[in-house]
């Protein structure tokens, strides 16, 4: 029975970290790369487990998915949903 619990715990905290981390992906836009390079970039800019984006976009990687934490950006100039222009 003992054995039962430790598995469970293992389990649902190896299940919890996998839904903790951001998956983003990056790409170069002005010249080609491979993988390799990817692999070497993301290695030198992860410390202590957590990428330094600044690094990233030193070595000229740009973000393709914004992370999850920025806030929506709204127009100032559009108006509320469901009003119409004033005549």
Same mark, same amino acid.
């Given at each position: %029975?003992?054995?039962? *619990? %430790?598995l469970?715990? &293992?389990?649902?905290?190896?299940v919890?970290?996998g ?7 990056w %790409?170069k &836009?002005d010249? #080609?790369?491979t993988? !390799? ?5 993301? !290695? !030198?800019?992860t410390?202590?487990?957590t *990428?330094?984006?600044?690094c %990233?976009k #030193?070595?000229g990687?740009v973000?393709v !998915?914004?992370?999850k934490?920025? $806030?929506k #950006?709204?127009? $100032? &100039?559009s108006? $509320?949903a ?6």
């Open positions: %029975m003992r054995h039962m *619990l %430790m469970g715990a &293992l389990g649902i905290a190896i919890a970290s839904c903790g981390t951001e998956e983003r992906e %790409m &836009l010249q #080609k790369y993988t !390799a390079e990817f692999r070497r970039d993301l !290695a !030198a800019c410390i202590k487990g *990428l330094d984006e600044e %990233m #030193k070595r990687w973000s !998915a914004p992370p934490s920025e $806030p #950006k709204e127009d $100032p &100039l108006q $509320p469901g009003r119409g222009p004033r005549r």
